[in-house]
């Protein structure tokens, strides 16, 4: 039987190009392309706190994440306190200065004796939060924890732990640091799509 082969490439370019338009800071986006494509990580912040609506949705966003089961293995823990954000800054070497200087941070767990795939879920969760920040106009960055060390001895998810007296078992993925955009990233480049890395109907080098 003659295979029936579709360049995906192409058609979401012509759709892309058809209907994509380059949205300005602060609007609504048009539509979830443009949203993927415009969302970029944030590490530098304004000074400025988040409105309390804006948090709320960012949340929302967290709650109506989907999880395996239905189960819900995962809880949230809300920092906006400026001395707390600065402790949660040094949780790992790398990569986490900039919690210090968000407006809010989500720390995102989850409770492996409620689902097998808790890392499935909170890992949904934190992207949720990510693109309905995007959505309104704010920057965000996940941290990494799961699997991160803050020191040789000391793992970065104990460290966040005891920071925030949170108890067993309940199990440290990321932390999502949120804040006003001190400028725009530019937006992911359509062009350089890893096309290469999608196979169709079966997986060719
Ligand atoms: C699972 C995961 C872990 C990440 N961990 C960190 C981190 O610890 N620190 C950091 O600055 N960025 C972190 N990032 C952000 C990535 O570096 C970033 O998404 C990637 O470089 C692509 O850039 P973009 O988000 O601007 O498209 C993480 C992203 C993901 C998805």
Redesign the pocket.
């Known amino acids: 039987m003659q295979k029936k082969t579709v360049n995906y490439r192409a058609s979401i370019d012509i759709n892309y190009k058809n209907k994509c338009k380059t949205k300005s800071n602060n609007k609504t986006m048009s539509n979830f392309q443009n949203l993927l494509i415009q969302?970029?990580?944030i590490?530098k912040y304004k000074d400025e706190l988040l409105q309390a609506e804006e948090t709320e949705m960012i949340l929302k966003a967290a709650l109506l994440s989907p999880t395996s089961k239905n189960a819900h293995s995962w809880q949230f823990v809300v920092v906006e306190d400026k001395e707390m954000l600065e402790k949660l800054s040094r949780c790992k070497e790398h990569?986490?200065k900039f919690i210090a200087d968000c407006a809010l941070a989500v720390v995102v767990l989850g409770n492996p004796l409620v689902s097998d795939v808790w890392v499935e879920d909170a890992s949904i969760a934190s992207i949720a939060m990510q693109l309905q920040a995007e959505d309104i106009g704010i920057g965000s960055?996940?941290?990494?924890i799961r699997e991160r060390q803050y020191n040789e001895q000391v793992s970065a998810a104990d460290y966040v732990s005891d920071m925030l007296e949170i108890p067993m078992p309940y199990e440290v993925l990321s932390i999502i640091a949120f804040g006003k955009k001190e400028k725009e990233?530019r937006p992911?480049d359509v062009e350089a799509l890893l096309w290469e890395n999608v196979h169709i109907g079966e997986f060719k080098s």
């Open positions: 969302r970029r990580s590490r990569g986490s960055c996940w941290v990494q990233r992911n």
